[in-house]
């Protein structure tokens, strides 16, 4: 089974920034690599599939890249909504998550 | 729009039964594979079954193989997840989200319920 190591744990960042997240798999699969937003209290909510596709009405300041076992999520300038838990999945596997929290 | 509406969810001891349900609208149920996915209380997702758009195949996490049943009705289009020998590391918030094609081979969820939670406890 595929196990998906997220980095950074947490990452500490003012509106207006840059943030990359990173989701490394332990073997190469595929390219059907997700990412997920969740905050309190929410169900997680699809921000990209196939690595690089932004789901329905996901605005473009979410980004997905990568291929084989490395994986990228990029928020090109935090929104006051932005911040939240941010989790990669790939088939039966999700990753532990990264928070992004306002610093 | 597409909507998913878990119900079921409650306090439960240790080794008895419960049966989630999953009520879908807003898209044709009978085309597209639909999964489990739960969250431990603070913790993060664990995918726990996925079947098949006509309830054909079904696979499940190692956790709750033997012990979890996923099955659907496409013609009250609702998914069921029958959970028996409940454990107190059971306990989650139980998401049902469905898969983007009709076979079960998880590939993302889109989209989500809102969850039900299933506290296993004496």
């Known amino acids: 089974e595929i196990v998906l190591t997220q980095s950074p744990a947490t990452l500490s960042l003012s509106p207006g920034e840059r943030a990359t997240l990173s989701c490394r798999a332990s073997?190469?699969?595929?390219?059907?690599l997700a990412w997920y937003q969740q905050k309190p209290g929410q169900a997680p909510r699809l921000l990209i599939y196939d690595a690089s596709n932004r789901a329905t009405g996901i605005p473009a300041r979410f980004s997905g890249s990568g291929s084989g076992t490395d994986f990228t999520l990029t928020i090109s300038s935090l929104e006051p909504e932005d911040f939240a838990v941010y989790y990669c999945q790939q088939r039966r596997s999700f990753g532990g998550g990264t928070k992004v929290e306002i610093k | 729009q597409m909507q998913l509406v878990e119900s079921g969810g409650g306090v439960v001891q240790p080794g008895r039964s419960l049966r989630l349900s999953c009520a879908a609208s807003g898209f044709n149920f009978d085309d597209y594979a639909m999964n489990w996915v739960r969250q431990a209380p603070a913790k993060g997702l664990e995918w726990v079954a996925v079947v098949s758009y006509d309830g054909s195949d079904r696979y499940y996490a190692d956790s709750v193989r033997g012990r979890f049943t996923i099955s659907r009705d496409n013609s009250k289009n609702t998914l069921y997840l029958q959970m028996s020998s409940l454990r107190t590391e059971d306990t989650a918030v139980y998401y049902c989200a469905r898969d983007p094609f009709i076979v079960a081979t998880i590939n993302w969820f889109h989209p989500w319920g809102q969850g039900t939670l299933v506290t296993v406890s004496s």
């Open positions: 073997q190469s699969d595929s390219s059907y």
